[in-house]
Structures are given as structure tokens and as C-alpha cells.
């Protein structure tokens, strides 16, 4: 399949002790490993298995993810800014990939 | 060998037994709970106004249905939510996602999107820092189901 693309929707500047909404998302099918192709065989499960998403090294948000989850798995959640600093997502692939995505927040 | 008819009765009867055994009791049904036994440890979960799950009335496709959890914490290093399991009583398995939150969330707030597979019960269970477990229900109808062919 095409390579999993993660895109990641996060304000730039927020002031300290602000609640931020945070909108990821990221290109894969989500192979549930339940399905049947067209040969009649089931298609091996593969899927993204773990999100995290961490500010600083200190973990915001991370969801352990089964085959339900939709294809493109979307998540949207929020942090409490401490302050500036980095984020850091990451997506596991079931076949040992792992995508990263880093963002910026300055305080403003 | 040679049966007899009460034998033959008796091998017939069993047969029947083994044949419906495994359809008997909600074979589906039973994940989600023994989901739940895996998650809480067999703690009491209360089912109150703590956790609130948003999912649409009626789903047209089962392929991406939007699911929202909230969960009424003031979510300081001393009273938050730990971790949020997401399960889905009628899929084939009852596992969905285990949401784990973190002081720095602010809020345990997560919106996601979920297959179902058909027209059944979402359920979303709390873990609180401490130590109690708290659910929410919300029954979703499928026009669709998402599960492939």
C-alpha cells in the first residue's frame, strides 16, 4: 500500500493553562484481519496498534487501538499547555513501521 | 455395534446438545463483558452520569461511525482519568480502543471514528485515578454494517 501519510492539526501559539484541541489523523486501511478477499482466503490483519502523542518528552494522550477503529484512524483530543515546547506523534504499524510527526508551540 | 433405540435416541439427543451449544447464551455478547472483566479486574463499575458517550442515533455507514467520549474530572495530578476502553457489543470482537489520558490532557475528552459491524451498544468505561470505574452506554442503529464482505 501506499506509505501512511500522518497529518496533524495543532494551534502554533496558545497562552500557558489554555485547554488546546488537537486533530490527528493518518493514511492507512486498517486491515481488520476479519475480512475475506477476493480469493475467499481473510486478509492478514494489519493496523495501526498504538498512538502516543507526548509535549516535552511527558506523555499527553495515547490510545492502544484494535481492529475496530475506522481506516485513516482519526483522533482528536486536548492538552493543557504547560508552557513551550515540542510535540511528538507517533503511529505503530502492526508491520513495524512507525511514523512520527513533530509540531511547535510557542507561547503567544 | 448394534444400537438399540434408546441408545440411538440418546446419541441423537447429544449431537443436538453439541450443535446449539455454541450459539446458546450470546456468544457475542459474552466478549464484551469478558472485556470489561479484563479491564476493571472484576471491580464494580458504575453506571452514572460521570462518563458521557456522543454517537450518532442512527448510523448510515458502519464504516466510519463518529464516537466522542467526555469524562467529568478536573483532571489534576491527584484526581483524573487514567484510561477510557471503548468496546462495541455486537462486532465480531468487542475491543474498539483503550484511551489513555494524562493530567497534561486538561480535559478526558477524545473524539475518534469506529466500525460497527451492526445495530448494537457502544460502551465506554472510566478508570479514575482512584481506582474507581465508571460507564456509559449509547445504542447506535446501522443501516450498513462495516465489516467487509
Known amino acids: 500500500m501506499a506509505k501512511s501519510k500522518p497529518r496533524v492539526k495543532v494551534p502554533k501559539t496558545a497562552a500557558v493553562g489554555e485547554v488546546i484541541t488537537i486533530k490527528t489523523l493518518i493514511s492507512h486501511k486498517m486491515e481488520s484481519g476479519l475480512r475475506k478477499g477476493k480469493d475467499g482466503n481473510l486478509v492478514p490483519r494489519q493496523i495501526i496498534n498504538r498512538f502516543t502523542a507526548e509535549f516535552e518528552g511527558q506523555q499527553i494522550f495515547a490510545v492502544d487501538i484494535d481492529p475496530a477503529i475506522s481506516a485513516n484512524p482519526f483522533l482528536e483530543f486536548t492538552m493543557k499547555v504547560p508552557g513551550p515546547g515540542e510535540f511528538t506523534f507517533t503511529w505503530v504499524d502492526d508491520d513495524g513501521s512507525v511514523y512520527t510527526k513533530k509540531s511547535k508551540l510557542k507561547i503567544g | ?149
Not at chain 2, 16 to 26: A, D, E, I, Q
Not at chain 2, 52 to 57: C, I
Not at chain 2, 95 to 119: C, D, I, Q, Y
Request: hydrophobic letters at 45%; a neutral charge.
Open chain 2, 1 to 149: 455395534m448394534k444400537l438399540n433405540r434408546r441408545q440411538a435416541l440418546a446419541l441423537g439427543a447429544g449431537a443436538l446438545f453439541v450443535t446449539l451449544t455454541p450459539f446458546r447464551g450470546g456468544a457475542l455478547a459474552s466478549t464484551a463483558d469478558e472485556e470489561i472483566k479484563a479491564f476493571t479486574g472484576g471491580a464494580t463499575v458504575m453506571e452514572d452520569d460521570i462518563v458521557s458517550l456522543t454517537a450518532p442515533e442512527i448510523a448510515e455507514n458502519g464504516n466510519t461511525v463518529p464516537i466522542g467520549v467526555s469524562v467529568d474530572s478536573p483532571m489534576t495530578s491527584d484526581n483524573y482519568v487514567r484510561r477510557v476502553r471503548i468496546l462495541a457489543d455486537g462486532n465480531p470482537r468487542a475491543a474498539v480502543a483503550t484511551m489513555h489520558f494524562s493530567p497534561l490532557s486538561g480535559s478526558a475528552e477524545a473524539n475518534t471514528r469506529m466500525r460497527l459491524a451492526k445495530t448494537q451498544n457502544i460502551i465506554a468505561i472510566a478508570e479514575l485515578s482512584d481506582g474507581t470505574y465508571h460507564m456509559a452506554k449509547a445504542a447506535v442503529k446501522v443501516t450498513i454494517g462495516g465489516c467487509g464482505g
